[in-house]
């Protein structure tokens, strides 16, 4: 009777252990896929400093006030996910959010793909920035 009990509770505390590792490694993996890595960090630095030097940057910074410039990865928007085209450049305004991407495989340049809301146009920015009462 002992026994059973112990066995029983021995298949219960591994069913427990494979749960939470099969839980774990999902989220890891799913984490993965927007998350850059080092290697995706530097090619996101140097997109970033593309984007500033586009014309579509300096027009948008001279209408609009620019309140962040966020990257990002996304692993999931494109057919291959060794593509630069998952790479995305946010440029985050008064009004809304400027998204730039690469223009083609090489990367040769970037441009403004993409519109989406900007949490600055109803939120104050989370720092105090001079200029904002």
């Known amino acids: 009777m002992l026994k059973l009990k112990k066995s029983k509770l021995l298949v219960i505390l591994v069913c427990i252990s494979l749960l939470l590792n099969l839980y774990f490694l999902i989220t890891n993996y799913i984490k993965s896929t927007y998350t850059p890595n080092l290697d995706d960090q530097e090619i996101l630095a140097e997109m970033t400093k593309m984007v500033i030097e586009t014309e579509q940057f300096k027009e948008i910074s001279s209408k609009e006030t620019v309140y962040a410039i966020k990257q990002g990865v996304s692993r999931f928007n494109v ?20 998204i730039f991407t690469c223009m083609d495989e090489a990367c040769t340049g970037v441009s403004n793909g993409g519109w989406t809301y900007s949490r600055y146009h109803d939120e104050r920015p989370i720092l105090p920035i001079k200029g904002e009462n």
Request: aromatic share 16%.
């Open 79 to 98: 057919a291959d996910p060794s593509s630069v085209f998952h790479y995305e450049i946010s440029v985050e305004t008064d009004k809304q959010s400027y």
